[in-house]
């Protein structure tokens, strides 16, 4: 039964996103547009049979529609419209502060700049502080079934823009790519004083999450549902005190849980882990940050308590300075009041 109070409670209160893919919150509609925009042509007559073709079996059979989503992106202006429509449907749910993952070499390996993206994306998110107060870091991320040798050099081309780019990620096929093939590289960005973080235990095995941990050091977990199988891990995360990053309805869509009473999120807030709520790639799973809430709530019969809970996590787990994460959570306090 859905349960009004509840759904008041998430609608108010102050929430960050930690796990966004920008090139995920591409919808039908405006693929469309760009794909006219920009003379692209893609293989699918109308909106309704993009929809139609976005149910999938595993992670890889959602990657190959999202790589080929992204062809309809080119100019800065297309990464200004994308990040724009993310951050307007984030203020909708009360989203105070985003960490957006893009995907840069999803757009070079295509001849698009590097700096193009970066301008895009960063133009929109500057606006979206000034204009719907929602504070943000940007987070770029290595393609992990490409070799070590392209996430150099992805990397080295981040160079000049190190001042603009808070911090490194790593994505795309889990299974097969560990983390360790990327250890040096993320050695390098650490280096250079870049936040680092990592998918891990979304369809890889609990041995990926140690490796994210010892070998690249990550300061946070991208999904980690699989962490769960291994109690010394457990007690490990929760010691260290670090957030994972966990997407409900990616999770359902790719068939990681079969059905959302299986999410992962209660049984780590039981496990005292730092589990945090977002919404991966809204676009293709079915819903922003405030559905991912809602649908988890609704089936694991989240406690107000809880809800409060893992709106806190988004705020303690982010990159943000201390202060900043205090005065957020004075916000939630007050919201928490109602
Ligand atoms: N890229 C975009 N979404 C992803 C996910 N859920 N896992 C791995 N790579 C991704
Ligand atoms: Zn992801």
Redesign the pocket.
């Known amino acids: 039964m859905p349960n009004p109070a509840r759904a008041a409670l998430i609608d108010r209160l102050p929430k960050a996103e930690l796990h966004l ?1 920008i090139e ?1 919150s591409l919808e039908p509609e405006l693929l469309f547009e760009l794909a006219q925009r920009n003379g692209v042509s893609i293989p699918f007559a109308n909106v309704e049979a993009v929809r139609a073709a976005y149910s999938f079996s595993n ?1 890889q059979d959602f ?1 190959d529609i ?1 790589y080929q989503g992204m062809s309809v992106l080119l100019t800065e202006q297309d990464f200004y419209d994308l990040t724009w429509a993310y951050l307007t449907r984030a203020a909708a749910d009360t989203v105070r502060h985003v960490e957006i993952f893009f995907d840069p070499q999803g757009h070079t390996a295509r001849g698009v700049a590097f700096e193009t993206v970066l301008d895009g994306i960063e133009r929109a998110l500057i606006d979206g502080e000034a204009q719907l107060r929602i504070s943000y870091r940007i987070i770029m991320c290595f393609l992990r079934h490409l070799s070590e040798e392209d996430a150099f050099s992805t990397l080295d081309q981040a160079q000049p823009y190190l001042d603009r780019i808070h911090g490194v990620g790593l ?2 096929s ?1 299974v097969g790519h560990p983390p360790a093939k990327f250890v040096r590289v993320f050695a390098k960005a650490r280096e250079l004083g870049l936040h680092v973080t990592a ?1 891990a235990g ?1 369809e890889g095995p609990p041995e990926y999450v140690y490796e994210a941990l010892d070998l690249l050091q990550v300061e946070r977990i991208d999904h980690g549902n699989r962490a769960l199988e291994d109690h010394a891990l457990v007690a490990r995360i929760a010691g260290e005190g670090l957030t994972l990053t966990v ?1 409900p309805l ?1 999770n359902l869509k ?1 068939c990681v849980i079969k059905d959302m009473a299986d999410s992962p999120v209660k049984r780590m807030l039981d496990l005292g882990l730092k589990a945090t709520i977002n919404s ?2 809204p676009a293709y799973f079915g819903g922003y940050v405030g559905a991912n809430f809602r649908a988890v709530a609704e089936a694991l019969d989240l406690s107000e308590a809880e809800i409060i809970t893992l709106a806190e996590n988004s705020f303690t787990g982010s990159f943000l300075p201390v202060l900043d994460q205090a005065r957020h959570l004075a916000e939630i306090a007050e919201a928490s009041r109602g």
Do not use: A, I, P
């Open positions: 893919h995920g992670l990657l999202y994505d795309s889990e998918h979304e997407c990616s790719l991966d790639d």
